[in-house]
């Protein structure tokens, strides 16, 4: 059960039901507690000491049903690797919950859950998103934090004409990556495209003093008008 708490970084009660205890009279519940003897650790689910007690046969929980599922792809993942590979075991590399969840319950793409929330709930919501994230997350190997991720996220929303969204994905990952030439000549990029031709000469003054040989940062600023 460990393995699986870990992966996910929840505890017991995420997937098992807890028993509610019947409610008693205060005579019912005095009787009840001199008949019943003295044990230690009696809790269940949470280590060591008193915890909640659990159904452990209910499959009630959506989030156990799921679970269930999960451990039979990945037990059937594993069958396939093992029948294809023609490794021994002990050279093949088994999947497991923590392969995919790295301790989170929602295993999604950083990208893919910024990109949900500037189209859902625009620009502030997807940088107050990543920051929180970041913080919460930044030493653990629940996302990835790289200067690549929000670089794409930029190069993207170039690519669809959204100028403002790549704006605010360079001028965030620059706060964090500020010697990121790639990031400077993105945001020169999107300056142009927003005709802010001043900003982009900046951008492009920015990167050439980080490499001053860089070829695609020279012909950008040859072409900026005088």
Known sequence: MQQFTRALGVQCTYCHLEVTAPLLTAEEAAAAA????????????????????????????????????????????????????????????????????RGITNPAQLSDLLRQTMLGKGESAAVAQYRELRQGYLNSEAYDFRETVLLDLGRESLATRKPD???????????????????????????????????????????????????????LMRAMPK
Request: proline share 6%; charged share 25%; aromatic share 4%.
């Open 34 to 101: 001199a008949a019943a003897p003295p044990v230690a650790g009696r809790g269940r689910g949470r280590g060591r000491g008193a915890g909640p007690q659990m159904d452990f046969a209910s499959d009630d929980k959506r989030q156990k049903q799921t679970a269930r599922l999960m451990l039979t792809m990945v037990n059937d993942i594993n069958a396939r690797l093992s029948a294809a590979i023609h490794k021994p075991a002990a050279d093949i590399v088994r999947v497991q919950c923590a392969t995919c969840h």
């Open 165 to 219: 969204d790549a704006l605010a994905w360079l001028q965030l990952n620059l706060e964090f990556y500020p010697r990121s030439v790639p990031s400077w000549l993105a945001l020169a990029q999107a300056h142009i495209t927003k005709r802010d031709p001043d900003a982009a000469r900046t951008d492009l003054q920015k990167a050439l003093a980080l490499d001053s040989g860089n070829a695609e940062a020279q012909r």
